[in-house]
């Protein structure tokens, strides 16, 4: 119940932030803030509530973004549209995908992973007629969100974006939620603790991955588009690169794996951390990523929130 | 005859992923840790050499006898103070402290030396030998007969000295080893010192071949894991062979289909190898 009360009214909060902040700055970290949360909670699904620690979670991104932009730039489909087509051809790749590699374990599945990622930026790299190749494609004409005639947003300020952003988010937090608690959310965290006793108990292990993949697919390409058409760019590199798939993955493993808050913490972690230090960093600005996984697994690896959870009930047990 | 100068051309780069494979695998095979940051070390070999070369003249082929011995401190160092804390912990965790290692490499190399693109070219860069009408280019011959040096020279080592002995005993049964009075904890510090004087070697040979920027080692990390994994993981002979025959497919696709399609050959390879024979060609299986 307390948490509920808190959730309403942290998102009561955000719902009124753009009435009282009007720097681009402030809303442009806050979007920032939202993508990362969603990516994070997307990896979740599949890597932390199913233990598959995939490292090709840009391939989705990418398709999630490339769909959106191709049927905006070739048949001036609105995103809003055209990023459903292009969810549906990730679960679709990923699901064909899955059929493969899931019979591989540890390694080589996170290698696997990579391997599938490689493939779809090389083709999206060479197949120039669909993608534009490494030129990459430019988000014009965005048209106006319309209900009936009255125009809701031209999308040409920060508030549009920070709602979508929001709604995204919110979106992914209910996801998992759902997932957690379903059957197939126990499912995936028995296949987690123990593949081979999940399966003497009967559960289908690839169907269970599958499933979870898929729907980790589905938002993550989701968050992709939307990514996108916020910055308004795309090239292969950008959005189908590994760094990519490292950053939704260790926004998940810093703030702690398996748990609605972890991708939370680990994005208000990540995001902050990397704005301030931006000027300073500037392109190494992955670098904060690298010293923070390394901290996180060498002294709490469970994450922040793994970390704090077990000391408060330290504190609790000695009192 | 333009398949023969492609598969020969395959076969002399080949040798280099030889070299970084051996090194991934030696890794894997003493400590059962998968490096993410091979291809990183390998990014720091090529910067040592440019360095040396630019401001000290050393020429890249000769400063071998340089980077292998500073890349071995570096790899000694990272497994002393960070590999060595989690070798009982979980694989994923493994995999995700090489991730954090690899990403520190590149971004501070980023940070030092900027993201610029920069090229070694010695005199001999562009100069090629002919073989009948066969032309192989100069560095990469060099590069390969080097490499052919440094696999004889460590197989040499590891069949021949007690050390040697001590490290594949390790590989075999870590516990057994160190029954028999085997230092696992040194020959692990070893082993990953070994495995980055490689990767660092593999950096020097080819820093006059390739653009040497922070971000070059994901590729090399990469293709030393299908490397890897084609020979069959641990297994030292595996990855020279599969270093050879992932050259080989490269540069033959590269010629057939357009260098833009030879690496998405060389990773359906990989997932062929991984789906049908996850134990790869020479190795037992694990999986």
Not at chain 1, 256 to 284: D, Y
Not at chain 2, 116 to 138: K, Q
Request: glycine share 10%; with cysteine.
């Amino acid at each position: 119940m307390r948490t509920l009360i808190i959730s309403a009214v942290a998102l009561l909060a955000f719902l009124l932030v753009p009435l009282f902040v009007q720097s681009p700055y402030a809303l442009h970290i806050f979007i920032l803030l939202f993508m990362a949360v969603a990516l994070g909670e997307s990896w979740n699904v599949i890597g932390g509530y199913a233990g598959q620690y995939s490292v090709g979670h840009s391939a989705w991104y990418g398709l999630g973004a490339y769909g959106a932009f191709i049927l905006l730039q070739r048949n001036a489909t609105p995103p809003w549209f055209g990023v459903w087509v292009a969810v549906a051809v990730a679960v679709v790749v990923a699901l064909a995908v899955g059929w493969i590699t899931f019979r591989l374990r540890g390694p080589y599945f996170v290698l696997a992973s990579i391997a599938v990622a490689e493939i779809i930026r090389l083709l999206a790299l060479n197949w120039k007629d669909l993608t534009n190749g490494a030129e990459g494609i430019l988000a014009s004409d965005i048209p106006p969100l319309k209900l009936g005639e009255t125009v809701i947003t031209d999308w040409n300020s920060k508030t549009p974006y920070y709602y979508m952003g929001l709604l995204l988010a919110v979106f992914c937090i209910a996801v998992n939620l759902v997932v957690k608690r379903s059957k197939l959310g126990y499912y995936l965290q028995a296949i987690r603790e123990d593949q081979d006793a999940a399966h003497s108990l009967g559960i289908p292990l690839t169907l269970c991955k599958n499933a979870a993949l898929g729907i980790s697919a589905a938002l993550t390409a989701l968050a992709g588009s939307f990514a996108a058409l916020y910055i308004g760019f795309i090239e292969p590199q950008a959005v189908f690169g590994i760094d990519i798939s490292i950053q939704l993955l260790l926004t998940c493993i810093i703030g702690g794996i398996g748990t609605i808050t972890g991708p939370l913490f680990g994005a208000i972690v990540l995001v902050l951390l990397s704005e301030a230090l931006r000027s300073s960093l500037a392109q190494a600005h992955l670098l904060v990523y690298g010293v923070l996984v390394i901290a996180v697994i060498l002294t709490m690896p469970d994450g922040i929130v793994g970390f704090v959870v077990q000391r408060m009930r330290r504190k609790a047990g000695t009192q | 005859m333009v398949l023969i100068q492609s598969v020969l051309g395959g076969v002399l780069i080949g040798g280099v992923y030889a070299l970084i494979g051996i090194g991934l695998t030696l890794i894997f095979g003493v400590m059962r840790v998968i490096n993410f940051a091979q291809g990183e070390l390998v990014m720091v070999g090529m910067y040592v050499t440019f360095f040396l070369f630019q401001l000290l003249g050393v020429d890249p082929f000769l400063s071998v006898v340089l980077t292998m011995p500073a890349l071995f401190l570096l790899g000694a160092l990272l497994q002393r103070t960070l590999i060595n804390q989690v070798l009982d912990a979980l694989p994923q965790n493994q995999i995700l402290l090489t991730i954090g290692i690899g990403l520190v490499l590149s971004n501070l190399a980023m940070l030092a030396f900027t993201s610029d693109y920069r090229i070694l070219s010695t005199s001999y860069s562009s100069s090629s030998v002919a073989l009948g009408a066969i032309r192989l280019s100069t560095p990469l011959i060099y590069c390969f007969l080097i490499t052919a040096a440094i696999t004889a020279a460590l197989y040499w080592f590891l069949v021949k000295t007690d050390t040697g002995h001590a490290i594949r005993a390790t590989a075999q049964d870590r516990d057994a080893a160190q029954l028999m009075g085997v230092n696992v904890r040194n020959m692990g510090i070893l082993a990953f010192g070994m495995g980055s004087a490689l990767a660092g070697a593999a950096g020097a040979l080819v820093a006059p071949i390739y653009y040497i920027y922070p971000q070059v080692g994901g590729a090399f990390t990469l293709k030393a894991f299908v490397v890897v994994v084609l020979g069959g993981m641990g297994s030292i002979i595996g990855a020279t062979l599969g270093g050879v025959l992932i050259g080989v497919a490269e540069s033959v696709s590269g010629t057939y289909f357009g260098s833009g399609w030879k690496d998405v050959c060389v990773y359906v390879i990989f997932l062929l190898v991984l789906l049908l024979k996850p134990s790869g060609l020479l190795g037992k299986s694990r999986v």
